[in-house]
């Protein structure tokens, strides 16, 4: 499982106001690790990332195969 980092980027300037640090809090990951995938400055495919955001397209009735590319 990868993040699928431009469609997360769509989901946060739509949703979250552009805003990486709300959306780290509501799925449950520390900012620093969301914000180091986003940049591109560590590998898109940790599970704990990957699992929350599953988690959280669950709750909100969102497609995750958008998010997550398995």
Known sequence: MIVNIEAVDILIKNEFNNNKAYFADEIGVSRSLLS???????????????????????????????????
């Open 36 to 70: 180091n995938i986003l940049c591109k400055k560590i590998k898109n495919n940790s599970p704990k990332v990957c699992n929350s955001i599953i988690v959280f397209c669950n709750r909100k009735n969102i497609d995750v195969s958008k998010f997550i590319i398995f």
